[in-house]
């Protein structure tokens, strides 16, 4: 008994910690890719998630971004705190309740929106395109299947827009050559979904039919985990 070896339980054989540097280090490109813009992670991920909720029709509040980006909420307060300063969102008193306000983007904010949402998947495709697409469809479909077991699924929390939302051009860019790159480009209308670590990103419940499947690649891109406001 006392010879049988003991399990490796160093760091670099966790699961969760290799996770963990997986997800900043995506977290550090995207953060590079805004870096231009004067953005923050957090602050696109709330300039784009309030865009597709009313692009499908919501007037969404606080409370509604933090549900859907599993943010706490002093951490959303703050942050649209900053980007209400900077003249891209405002916050009136939601027509539906006198005690909570929605969020609105102002005409700037959504200049910014359409500005910051290609390079984030401009990020999020050389990212992730370096395992090669089939790889990529496999970690997409393995990262619905833990959201789903953990009751946490995309899907549910973004409704199907009212109206199809407007495509957002992706810039030309050099992706990473891989010998495993056979298909569509992550990220591309073909391939029906972008990869996502919700912090990533644009992959919504592993899709049923091609109704989900094209809904998937407009959910927004970048919506990953807490950070910096």
């Not at 997986?22 to 550090?28: W, Y």
């Not at 909720?53 to 409370?63: D, I, N, R, S, Y």
């Not at 980006?69 to 027509?95: F, I, N, Q, W, Y």
């Not at 953990?150 to 992706?175: K, N, R, W």
Request: net charge neutral.
């Amino acid at each position: 008994m006392d010879d049988m070896p003991l399990p490796d339980t160093s760091p670099a054989r966790s699961f969760g910690f290799r996770l963990w540097h997986v997800q900043h280090a995506f977290m550090r490109r995207l953060e590079a890719a805004l870096l231009p813009l004067g953005l923050t992670h957090m602050q696109y991920v709330m300039l784009r998630v309030t865009d597709y909720l009313a692009q499908a029709g919501e007037q969404p509040t606080q409370a509604r971004l933090a549900e859907g980006t599993a943010t706490d909420r002093m951490m959303v307060s703050k942050v649209l705190r900053l980007l209400e300063g900077k003249g891209l969102v405002v916050r009136p008193v939601h027509p539906d309740d006198a005690r909570a306000h929605h969020v609105v983007l102002t005409e700037a904010g959504r200049r910014m929106v359409a500005r910051s949402v290609p390079l984030a998947m401009r990020a999020q495709a050389e990212f992730f395109g370096r395992l090669g697409h089939e790889r990529v469809e496999r970690l997409s479909t393995t990262l619905d299947e833990l959201l789903l077991l953990e009751g946490s699924g995309i899907a549910p929390v973004f409704p199907l827009p009212a109206h199809p939302v407007p495509a957002h051009p992706v810039p030309a860019h050099p992706m990473p050559a891989c010998p495993a790159a056979n298909g569509p480009a992550p990220g591309s209308r073909a391939s029906g979904r972008v990869p996502d670590m919700r912090a990533g990103m644009e992959a919504g419940v592993a899709p049923s039919g091609a109704a989900q499947a094209d809904t998937s690649a407009r959910l927004p891109a970048g919506v990953m985990s807490e950070g910096r406001a």
